[in-house]
């Protein structure tokens, strides 16, 4: 079975939101679609998959395998919605919130096996084979909130390929996942080509592009900039752009605040005695001991569930310890001490403007708005902003204005939790570089929670993993 489509446009309203000449994939390949967020990438996808929102239109033509469909109709029972589960599937983004949190595992991947039925036996048996096949045999009866997040994207690939579809449209499948995560992610899907499948991968991962192999797609402004083998187009780019894309990865960082080593001789922000904390599956950490100092640049690194987020969140008294204790040195006072979230939406109120959140902020401090201008010019964002609301600014400005906000307490401490792995990766770069400017001004201290090694070793002075 192969792929083609041609002719692909996608709008909203009179704005071209992807316009791409020619898609194809053929059997026993990869095609990966990279380059920033808002270039069109996922709606690409959806459009071809036949699940676009309303509100947008495609039209092109689609060829899978033997039969053909027109992208405008939306399709019903006699177009693409036919082969879902059986001839395509779509990984979704964000697993752990796609899975349906009241159902255990089993139910949900037994739901895509030929003849399921509620009471199917034979559903929950294929479901159980399919699960030990990506490695997570006894894990039919847990429930998604218990999985670490390379367990629930596992579930998720088994869900999607139980029905025996051959062509798998994932999008961002490895966003929050730590290396070893990816690299088990990657296993199954090279395994998927070798059954003669068919991949169509949207990531903002090149290390994924590359394990994949295939063809690349590099799109930017709803537009394919440039196309071809993976080996070329990610080890020796043609177009200007595709260069930009790779220098923006971790590894080929050159900035002003970049350093070597931590300065030396500097007083004890923070010590931490015997800090113990266990869940209900057992102890994420046992009788650990650390220490930061004033300026300092830590990470704490580590797969999955290791209790990265919750070791941070306990050094700011967050989380309850089990047993241990926490000590601030002096002038670590209230407001001293800010996090950069994962999401930044979520630490923003959603219904009213981002100039009113930070006007809390401005007056408890003491701040003026001539700072706050200063502070948003400086990574690149206008004050007229701060007009908007949090969903009507993209990712990264949203998080470079919640960058903003935590320095306008002028912390002694920030700690940045997973704060771009979000992110695409030239909006990744200009978010860490808007963050560690402001600290490396400020004389700060980082503390930061990231699974990417390359990322650790960028910004950090030393790195604690768990």
Excluded at 207 to 224: D, H, I, K, Q
Excluded at 343 to 368: N, T, W
């Amino acid at each position: 079975m192969n792929l083609k489509a041609t002719g692909v446009v996608v709008r909203i309203g009179s704005l071209v939101l992807a316009d791409v000449p020619e898609v194809r994939i053929e059997t026993g390949r990869a095609l990966s679609i990279v380059g920033e967020s808002g270039s069109g990438k996922s709606v690409l996808a959806h459009a071809l998959m036949g699940t676009l929102p309303a509100e947008l239109a495609a039209v092109g033509s689609l060829t899978v395998g033997d039969e053909s469909f027109d992208l405008a109709d939306r399709g019903g029972r006699g177009g693409r919605r036919r082969l879902w589960g059986r001839g395509v599937a779509l990984l979704p983004q964000e697993p752990a919130l796609a899975l349906d949190p009241t159902m255990r595992v089993r139910a949900q991947v037994a739901e895509g096996a030929p003849g399921w039925s509620p009471r199917s036996v034979s559903a929950a048996r294929a479901a159980d084979h399919r699960l030990g096949q990506v490695g997570l045999a006894g894990a039919g009866g847990a429930y998604p909130h218990t999985l670490s997040g390379g367990m629930a994207q596992r579930v998720a690939y088994a869900a999607a390929t139980i029905g025996g579809a051959r062509l798998l449209i994932l999008d961002e499948p490895s966003k929050g996942l730590d290396r070893v995560s990816v690299d088990q992610l990657a296993d199954l899907l090279l395994g998927h080509l070798d059954e003669g499948g068919l991949l169509l991968t949207i990531t903002h991962d090149l290390r994924l592009a590359r394990r994949l192999g295939g063809e690349v797609m590099v799109m930017r402004e709803a537009a394919v900039v440039e196309s071809g083998p993976a080996e070329e187009v990610l080890t020796t780019p043609a177009g200007d752009y595709t260069r930009k894309l790779l220098a923006a990865e971790p590894a080929r960082w050159h900035h002003p605040w970049m350093r070597s080593q931590a300065p030396g001789g500097s007083e004890l922000l923070l010590g931490a005695s015997g800090l113990s904390k266990s869940y209900a599956h057992g102890p994420v950490f046992d009788g650990l001991d650390l220490e930061i100092r004033a300026g300092e640049r830590v990470a704490i690194t580590g797969p999955s569930g290791a209790g990265k987020t919750t070791l941070g969140n306990a050094l700011l008294g967050l989380t309850r310890l089990d047993a241990g204790s926490v000590t601030y040195g002096e002038g670590v006072g209230r407001g001293r001490l800010q996090k950069l979230y994962q999401d930044p939406a979520l630490s923003f109120p959603p219904q009213v403007s981002l100039e009113k959140a930070l006007g809390d902020v401005m007056r408890r401090h003491g701040v003026g708005e001539a700072e706050v201008r200063g502070s948003l010019e400086r990574l690149g964002l206008p004050y007229e902003i701060l007009r908007r609301r949090p969903g009507q600014v993209s990712g990264g400005e949203l998080q470079r204005i919640a960058v903003v906000r935590a320095m306008l307490t002028r912390p002694a401490l920030v700690f940045a939790d997973e704060a771009t792995s979000r992110l695409d990766l030239v909006t990744q770069e200009q978010t860490v570089d808007a963050l560690m400017s402001e600290i490396d001004e400020s004389g700060a201290a980082l503390l930061l929670v990231t699974h990417d090694t390359d990322l650790s070793a960028a910004v950090a002075d030393r790195e604690i993993a768990l």
